[in-house]
């Protein structure tokens, strides 16, 4: 099997978790199918998260075009579910985006959305570690967030987690009413985020990191 297969190998999906509350949730890839599951996730999302999100995910084209276009070499949408009935419910959504070629394929960037009713009962926590997983699968080193300066739940989880402050972009986003807004760019080093991770016996509201 070569490196890339390697990469690709999702033969340990889906992955079976039980979380501090007693639920039971199983990690695994987004799929093309997810779509419908996937819109109904981000609606659940209460609309004061939302404007934190990059994307407008009320809109259905986004959703699609999201899982239309996979390509687990670009960005890896890991996603958290539960049984509803006998059916899916997608509670959470993690991604790792990270350049194919160029100066920055040791780079990655993180993003993770918690569903309102599954905050703070070790869901954050084990999505990050997945994401974690994959990265250094892949020879990351070094892991981005970007941040909305209004954004301060956020800020304050990071930096628990040992992320520093690399750059300040001015004015580099728009919200739906179009107030621009500064982006914070935070970093870690992914060796020093698994130390800490370790060392924090606390499960962090781990809810928007867009």
Known sequence: ??????????????????LNDGTEVWLRPMRPDDRDRLFSFFNSIPQKDR????????????ITNWCKEIDYDLVLPILAVVDKDGHEKIVADG????????????????????????????????MLRELYDRAVMRGIQK???????????????????GYKKEAILKK????????????????????????????LNIDLDFFVMP
């Not at 993770?112 to 070790?122: F, H, N, Q, S, Y």
């Not at 892991?143 to 987690?161: A, H, S, Y």
């Not at 580099?172 to 060392?199: C, P």
């Open 1 to 18: 099997m070569n490196h890339s297969n390697e990469l690709m190998d999702f033969s340990g999906y889906p992955k079976r978790f039980d």
């Open 51 to 62: 404007r934190f999100l990059k994307h407008d995910v009320s809109q259905r084209e986004v």
């Open 95 to 126: 991604t790792l985006h990270q350049e194919r070629h160029g100066w920055s394929t040791h780079v990655a960037k993180v993003r993770l959305v918690i569903t309102k009713e599954m905050r703070k009962i070790g869901l954050g926590h084990i």
């Open 143 to 161: 892991i981005q967030v970007e941040v909305r300066e209004d954004n301060l739940g956020t800020q304050t989880m990071l930096k628990q987690l």
């Open 172 to 199: 580099h986003a728009m919200d739906r009413s179009g107030k621009l807004h500064d982006v914070i760019i935070f970093y870690n080093d992914l060796t020093e985020l698994w130390q800490k991770m370790e060392d």
